[in-house]
């Protein structure tokens, strides 16, 4: 079979095995594009690697003979490029969901791919911005440009994110025919999941401040969050926007957008919040990834006592 310069120099049957996967990825599991994009990468990376390893020879009926000395020459390799833990371990994910669905398909024995284990990294917890610091972002990001309805426009997106706990791809996935916002939205989150999230007045009143002021007619069926031009936002410029008013604030590097909705969820923590209602707020599928919140929680009470706490500042 001969090889795709556009696919890492794989052979045609290694390319239209990766398609076939991707495309069952898709239709069974409504993987996000984005993420049918990471996939395609690593394990297009991944058999490239073994291609040059064992030669031109290798095809699709070679992955059954491949062993954990194999899988560990290329781990090593990753590393030696430069490739972090946390990154390594989502490439070897993506190789191994690969790796059983062609095992299954072909009928042979992968334990040798299967049987590689993640590097272990430290996770990260969230760091989320004080309530304060929260406001001064929206109303620092509100003051960022000369025209006043792109104010209104990014402050009504980080009021979204911080008020709703919205990732920003759920926010700018809004369209016209979800104003006036209610009371609810319906927000479709990763894996196609939906849930219902309480809209909070100050953010009704910011997406109807940028409705009013836009001066594009927002369609029903079209981006409820418009560029300059009138096309759909790009998520990089709110990126831009945060970054530059959280330089201006004086603010840590870590106030990303995504840092408003762990804000969101860590303020409702302090307050009381039930941690399986936050979970369902937030559209997390496992628990544990929104008890990552309690850790951020902990560790904050564990500063304040130390710093307070005679006997703590006395040992």
Known sequence: MTASPASGGLTDGLRMAIADWLDLERALKAVSENTITAYRSDVTGWLSFLMHHHGDGFGTG???DLTITDMRSWMASERARG????SLARSLSAVKTFTRWIAERDGFDATGVLSARSPKFGKKLPRPLTADAAQDMISTVELQSTEPWINTRDAAVLTLLYGCGLRISEALSLTGKDVPLGEIIHIVGKGNKERIVPVLPVARRAVADYVRECPYNLEANQALF???RGGALNPRLISKV???ARMQLGLPSTVTPHAMRHSFATHLLNAG?????????????SLSTTQAYTAVDT???LEVYEAAHPRAKNA
């Open 226 to 228: 418009r560029g300059k």
């Open 83 to 86: 490739l972090g833990a946390r």
């Open 242 to 244: 945060t970054e530059r």
């Open 62 to 64: 070679k992955i059954a």
């Open 299 to 301: 560790a904050r009470l």
């Open 273 to 285: 919040g039930d941690l399986r209602a936050i979970q369902e707020l937030l559209g997390h599928a």
